[in-house]
């Protein structure tokens, strides 16, 4: 079964920066697209940013392009998320996920970490 567990949550100012890392165990990290998903104050969860097995391909949401960067590290079972600028509409639970190439379903989730940007 495959665990991931994020961290690098916490509170920060408008303007700051953070960095979320999720590790993942128990599978073939190297065969997942990763994601990162945010889930806002009495919102509905979104997806932030993806990222391909090969980590040559990456997607973002419109409102994130330029400010966030996924990235990976195969060799370490860790994906990334840099957040710069952070706004207090970034406030959120933030979660990683994992889609096997066998699949078209997020099939596995971590427990989220929380993000909360002060103005």
């Known amino acids: 079964q495959v665990q991931l567990v994020e961290s690098g949550g916490g509170l920060v100012q408008a303007g700051g920066s953070l960095r979320l890392s999720c590790a993942a165990s128990?599978?073939?990290?190297?065969?997942?697209?990763m994601a990162w998903f945010r889930q806002p104050p009495g919102k509905e969860r979104e997806i932030v940013a993806q990222?391909?097995?090969?980590?040559?391909?990456?997607y973002y949401a419109d409102s994130m392009k330029g400010r966030f960067t996924i990235s990976r590290d195969n060799a370490k079972n860790t994906v990334f998320l840099q957040m710069n600028n952070l706004k207090p509409d970034d406030t959120a639970v933030y979660y990683c996920?994992?889609?096997?190439?066998?699949?078209?379903?997020?099939?596995?989730w971590g427990q989220g970490t929380q993000v909360t940007v002060s103005s």
């Open positions: 996920a994992a889609n096997r190439p066998d699949s078209t379903l997020w099939n596995y």
């Open positions: 128990g599978g073939t990290f190297s065969s997942y697209s």
């Open positions: 990222i391909r097995r090969n980590g040559l391909i990456t």
